[in-house]
DNA sequence: CTCGCTCCGTTCGGAAGCCGAACGAATAGA
DNA sequence: TCTATTCGTTCGGCTTCCGAACGGAGCGAG
């Protein structure tokens, strides 16, 4: 009946559950105790000890010895996420740069760089050449051992899959990007590589190092984050999960269509969102010239010309970016009807303009999301920046770890 | 990290695990045997054997004998859903009747009935006796234990809430539904009651006994059902789940903008979906005089004379349908970009104008759906008609006891 | 300084579950 | 009647978790 099998559950499956739940409480909650595992799960305190025992063998976790003399009783040995654990490797190709980023099990940047160049200009085995340079790089640099490479691209990526559908604004179409990747930066067979959309990994680092809060202090899992590149990419998120669909197409929010406007778009339509709110259009609308390229991943782009002229009052600029703000939050609106969703990151270079941005956003919001009177909605800018989408990928890769640890130890 | 919190897995955790394992593989493939649970699960045929004598036991299970003399070796005996096991009750309040539906684990309709009545001309303690007294007839009805009672109704529902927070048509706002049926119909306090959107139930009743498929040929797990009742409601399903949103409103699809129309709507706003393409609204635009109140469940209601007007060719109709199907179209274009969704079920009173919608929602769909172009969207009539929504509500109990059967067995 | 209190982590027996292999059961065909 | 074949059960062994008891480590009172 449920169209999705399951596998038939084995004592093993048992472990496997409370490795990641008790790893997952000290990623957490920071430095526990064995005890308070053992209190705030519901294991038993024998249990915790055995599963902690393992996760030490594995280095995931490492003992930090007592941490305070602030209670009586015996004191307890903190654990912590091992230093010297796995460390997850993200890289982006972008338009205008190729990033990587290594970050350590719990989420903090160990090493980063960005190689800027304006990539639509080279060949592909050019461009592979450089990600896979950036790749082997970041994996000869990171001094402990790499649970995997998460790789992210502005384009269609099927769930699951190793193929580039297609990345319009780089000219690619079906580019088997992780065996190439695999192959020019001579990765072993055995190393985990994973490829997602760029939009869907920059949520991603939203929601686990953007720090944001829900509207009752909690932490936020529940959102759409829109960022404004060359097109206009959503990245759904919920209840903690990303929204990937069906075939990982899911968030495309660039051609909805926008009333009174009739502007011919790239897609074959006309009045589509992207042709109002992406970047390139409000630098046109502003009458702005299109800085010189490349820009390194939007930190110098346009955004902050555009941010620039705006906050020297420009008219035509100002008119431009409420009229994209209005645009977006229509459309925006009916998405957070259909999600039941009440709080909007505004991402990427969007982020850089939320101070023009967020009034009328907000205002469209409130006016067209039905929901809105029982819980308000929320307009928060993005907090990683241009750094979101690397940051994001990196980390899944160490989420995935902490969410499945005994998916590592069976390949460690 | 991740917001959800999940319980430590015991050795019992691996028993429901596996006892839901082995009642799915009945569920879906129909009578099977022992080896052959064995052989589609992975588990062992001891393990099986164990399991299926504890859902023997628990009447959940029935073992058919032997089936035919078709191969060699030792006959298998056949397992089924046992035909005396417990039932699901569904209800469902709407502006024009309350109906009833017993379906036993098979999802077979043991038992229906529908009172007709304008509900919005009675006060609100009325509207509870009637719904009272249809519970209680389907209960004291039932020849079977009864696992559980799902009450639809047209309004917004918070998850797991007791409380009807609004039902605009039928004037309801904050109605503890749950509670004042339990006492009304002097239900026993550990009967499990479920409140939820009609809209939901609708198209979980498509996905679950719709019998539509995937373009691939397999069962369709993946689309939008959109059901034009008084106002426009959809459900989503994304892999055989239904997509509830963290407060259980989503769905939401009337209120979304529709370009070249500035009708004002109840909401507040203009031009929303609901005034193009609501019942209601193709009702004025075609000039047809709006059928004597009350209509049992669409099937007698505006839809049928819609269909009937259409069919004569009155070109006011057929405009008006035609301007529906297109507003429709571009919303749900919008919906299936966001989501990854290929199809589009046309459910409620949308099913019977499936002639004359089908054509402009399949056009604004190949044009706008970014992804039509990998994957062909389509448009499925709904196969239940006014049937959706209490046929899903009394499935979804049996779809509960069959997805968790220990949480049976404990109550049991 | 020592004893008792409190809390932490470990040890050990017992129970629940699953697996693998061997065994009995039931039927068709030689 | 015997053999081949498939089905379902039985039994010992393994993994895992739980509960209770135990030893350990620090603090404070006397």
Redesign the pocket.
Known sequence: MSPQRSA?????S??E???ALVLREVADGGPV????IAAAT????????????TLLEARLLAELG?SG?V?????????ALAPGGPVGIGVEINVDYVATCTVDLAGAVRHREVVVGDLRALPLSAVLGRAAGAVRRAVAGAAAPVAGVAVGVPGLVETGGRLVRTAPNLGWQDVPLLAELRERADLPADLDLQLDNEANLAALGELWLGGHEDADGGPLADFVHVSGEVGVGAGVVLNGQLLRGRHGFAGELGHAPVAGDDTPCGCGARGCLEQVAGQDAILRAAGLPEPARPWPGGDDGPAVALARAAADGDGRTLGALAKAGEALGRVLAGALNLLDVDTVVLGGAYARLAPWLRPPVQAELETRVTAARWRPVRVLPGRLGADAAVRGAATSVVRGVITAPAGYLGRA
Chains 1, 2 share one sequence.
């Open positions: 038939p559950a084995r004592p093993s048992l472990r559950h409370n490795l105790s064995r005890a308070r519901g294991l038993t305190k024998a249990t915790v000890s055995s599963l902690v025992e007592r003399p209670a009586v009783g015996r004191p307890p040995s903190a654990l």
